[in-house]
């Protein structure tokens, strides 16, 4: 069991730039969430899939956000026309359904929008 | 609105000085109450699940319990490696799933 990974670590854009984020869950957990944390606060969801559907997607969302989960495993997270306000730390997390809610983080991405 | 808030929002102890962590949470469809751990520039360590009020999880130092409208993480004799930031956080049921965490309370522990 390797954790929760994910890639890259740090990313470093001018605004304007799309990015995009890969996540790579535990193998056998099939839930799936993103959060993002900014400084001094607890992550804030953004979405979670159960297999390859995004059952929940957070209404603080806007419409530059998407993420996929294309065969259930591994999952993206784009983030179209960056803006400063993006810089945050991202998250992802997977459970097992068996298991219940409790979830499994990552290391993370730091994003910095210049 | 569903709502998660943690006190204090920092707390300062020395070694050995017991101490307890404060979650209220107004939310519906409740699913599990989570305490997660978090270092500096690291994602959050999952502690506990606690499903109904009355239940009660150890692990180590650190003991957590439930109510209907709190959470409480109880340290017992801190030693300085348990600084970190602890979080709470609650599963809420919306058809799908969500989780909203609190902001965290800040531990120092001082030798």
């Known amino acids: 069991d390797t954790g929760v990974s994910q890639d890259p670590r740090h990313k470093i854009t001018k605004r304007g730039q799309n990015v995009t984020f890969r996540c790579d869950p535990i193998?056998?957990?099939?839930?799936l969430y993103w959060y993002r944390q900014t400084l001094g606060q607890g992550p804030e969801f953004l979405t979670y899939?159960?297999?390859?559907?995004?059952?929940?997607k957070s209404r603080l969302l806007s419409d530059r956000f998407s993420a996929e989960r294309p065969k259930g495993s591994f999952s993206t997270l784009e983030i179209q026309r960056t803006e400063q306000g993006d810089s945050a730390m991202y998250l992802c997390?997977?459970?097992?359904?068996?298991?219940?809610?409790?979830?499994?983080f990552g290391p993370g991405t730091r994003l910095t929008v210049t | 609105e569903d709502q998660v808030t943690q006190s204090p929002e920092a707390l300062r102890l020395q070694e050995g000085e017991s101490s307890s962590l404060n979650c209220s949470y107004t939310?519906?469809?409740?699913?599990?109450l989570f305490w997660y751990r978090q270092d500096p520039g690291k994602g959050p360590e999952f502690l506990f699940t606690l499903y109904s009020a009355g239940e009660e999880k150890e692990k180590e130092r650190l003991k957590a319990t439930l109510t209907k409208k709190e959470s409480f993480l109880h340290i017992t004799a801190p030693k300085p490696e348990d600084s970190a930031t602890y979080l709470c956080a609650v599963g809420v049921y919306t058809g799908g799933f969500k989780t909203i965490f609190g902001a965290g309370t800040r531990l120092f522990v001082k030798a």
């Open positions: 939310v519906s469809g409740l699913r599990g």
């Open positions: 899939f159960q297999n390859e559907a995004q059952l929940e």
């Open positions: 193998s056998e957990h099939n839930r």
């Open positions: 997390a997977s459970s097992l359904q068996e298991a219940g809610y409790e979830q499994y």
